[in-house]
């Protein structure tokens, strides 16, 4: 059965710092998607990695994939009070998409 | 394009009622998704469609029921609801696996 796992569940950052969010899996998967929720919302993708050793960057966000350690990760850089918002990962096993719980992200001034 | 909508918004449901949730998406996607979102937890799939007339479970599809008569429309049917069932629901599309656009929710009551 397909497993995601994030961590950190909570992360409260200060404005400037940088801080990586992991997403590890349980099964082989080609697929791996980055979301972002501010509370109360509905989910907006920002990442899809489709192959090993994939990078994508948009803005202070970066996210790779190494499906040899089943890993993702979202390094945030300099963050910026507008980064808060709940990050979550999601893994594709041949259609059974599978949510991590989310990382709550809070930056602080 | 109005992109992915769901209806209704809110709704309050006694036990053992029944109710559609309705979601349309005119992106011409041919994957549709069904998900729940408990407070404070990640997103879990119910049903999920790869095209009109083809539909498939997802992880937690009891108590739910799905079709899929047309690319645009894929509404997901509660029977005999239960209060396990309060939930924000959410419908999603994408092209061909790749990234996917949600809808705003549906924000679910059982009493």
């Known amino acids: 059965e397909l497993k995601v796992e994030q961590n950190p569940l909570f992360l409260s950052m200060q404005e400037g710092k940088n801080y990586t969010i992991y997403c590890n899996y349980s099964?082989?998967?080609?697929?791996l998607y980055w979301y972002r929720q501010d509370p109360g919302k509905s989910l907006e993708s920002l990442f899809v990695l489709l192959s090993n050793g994939a990078v994508k960057q948009e803005g202070r966000l970066m996210a790779s994939l190494d499906t040899k350690a089943r890993l993702s990760t979202l390094h945030i850089t300099a963050a910026v009070h507008d980064l808060s918002a709940t990050y979550f990962c999601?893994?594709?096993?041949?259609?059974?998409?599978?949510f991590g719980a989310g990382t709550r992200l809070t930056v602080k001034p | 394009n109005a992109g992915v909508t769901q209806t209704p918004k809110f709704h309050i449901l006694k036990i053992g009622q029944s109710m559609t949730l309705q979601c349309t998406q005119d992106?011409?996607?041919?994957?549709m998704y069904w998900y729940r979102q408990d407070p404070g937890m990640g997103l879990k799939l119910i049903y999920y469609?790869?095209?009109?007339?083809?539909?498939d479970k997802g992880e937690v599809p009891n108590g739910y029921n799905v079709s899929r008569s047309t690319t645009e429309d894929f509404p997901l049917r509660l029977e005999l609801a239960a209060p396990s069932q309060t939930s924000v629901y959410f419908c999603?599309?994408?092209?061909?696996?790749?990234?996917?656009?949600f809808g705003p929710g549906t924000r679910l009551t059982v009493l």
């Open positions: 469609s790869v095209g009109a007339g083809i539909t």
């Open positions: 992106m011409n996607h041919n994957y």
């Open positions: 099964t082989t998967s080609d697929r």
């Open positions: 999601a893994v594709d096993g041949d259609n059974d998409m599978r």
């Open positions: 999603a599309s994408s092209r061909d696996r790749l990234a996917q656009y």
